[in-house]
C-alpha cells in the first residue's frame, strides 16, 4: 500500500513558500525526515538546471547521485543544508551531460567529506585527470550487472551503461520490496536492453532530465509501470504530450521540480509516503 502526502505542514510551517530555488534554505526550517532503522529516504533536489538526488538513511548516511547543472553550486549547498546533510559517503556520477565543473566537484569533496566517487569507466578517466590529486578520495567505476549495497538494507543495481549521445549508467535502488529506476540514458539501445531485462514493479521512476522532447514507447512505459514517476523540468522544457498521456494512463502519479519543487519519497518496509516542498512559481 502507498501513502502519498503532498504537504509540508509536518515539518515546516504550512505558510511558508520558498521564493526561488536558491533561497529555500533561508526560507523554511530545517526538516528532519527522522529516519529510523529499517527507513529510508530519497530526495530529488528542486534545482534550476540538471538534476541532483539525496539519498539517506538512518545514522545521517546520505549519498548524492548527480550534482546539478551550471551555476547551481549555492542552490544545492542551500538544499542540502535544509536536510541537514553535513556528510556524504558517496557521490554517484551517472553522466556529464550537465557540464561537469571539476571545481565544483572539488568543493564538494572537500565541503562534505565525501570518501568515494562512482561513475562510468570513462567519466572516472577524466575526473582522475582533473579533480585535486591532494584530495583524499577512491574512484571507483560500475558497469553493467554490478550490484552493490549503497547503505543500509538499500542496493543498487547497474542496468545500461552507455557513452553514446543520450546515454550514462541507469540504476535501480532497491530497498525492501521497493524498486527505485534512477533512468539517464534514452537512447534506443537503451530501451531495448530494459525491455529485454523485463524490469516491473517499479515504485518510483526517475525520468531522464534530458528526454524534454523525446518519449519513451508506450511498451517501455507499460513494463514499468511507475507508480510515481519524476522528472526534472528545466525552464522552457517540456515534457511531450504523449509521454504524460502514457503516465497517467497507468495511473502514475507525475511530479515535476519545476512545479512541485523538491520532492521527498520516505521509505519503510512495506509503505511509502511523497513529501513536496514546493517553491514559488515566477508569473
Known sequence: MKILLMIIAIFIPSTLIAKAETSISSQVEKIDLNIKEHEAAVTFLG???GEATLVQGPNNESILINAGGKGTKAELEGLLSLYNVKKISTLILT????????NKINQLITKYNIKEIITPPEILVRLEKNLDPSLPISFISWGVGTRKEILSEMTAEVQFVGNGPNE???LMLNFFKHNIFLMTSFSHRAEQT???????????????INNMEESFSDQLIQNLNPQVSILFTEKGHQPKTDLLHDLHGIWSE?????KHGT???KFTESNYEVITIPVEVEE
Open 95 to 102: 553522466n556529464d551531460e550537465q557540464e561537469l565543473s571539476y
Open 168 to 170: 550514462g549508467m541507469d
Open 254 to 258: 507525475v511530479y515535476f521540480t519545476k
Open 263 to 265: 520532492v521527498t519519497i
Open 194 to 208: 530494459f525491455l529485454s531485462k523485463n524490469l516491473k514493479d517499479v515504485n518510483v521512476f526517475k525520468i531522464p
Open 47 to 49: 534545482i534550476s538546471t
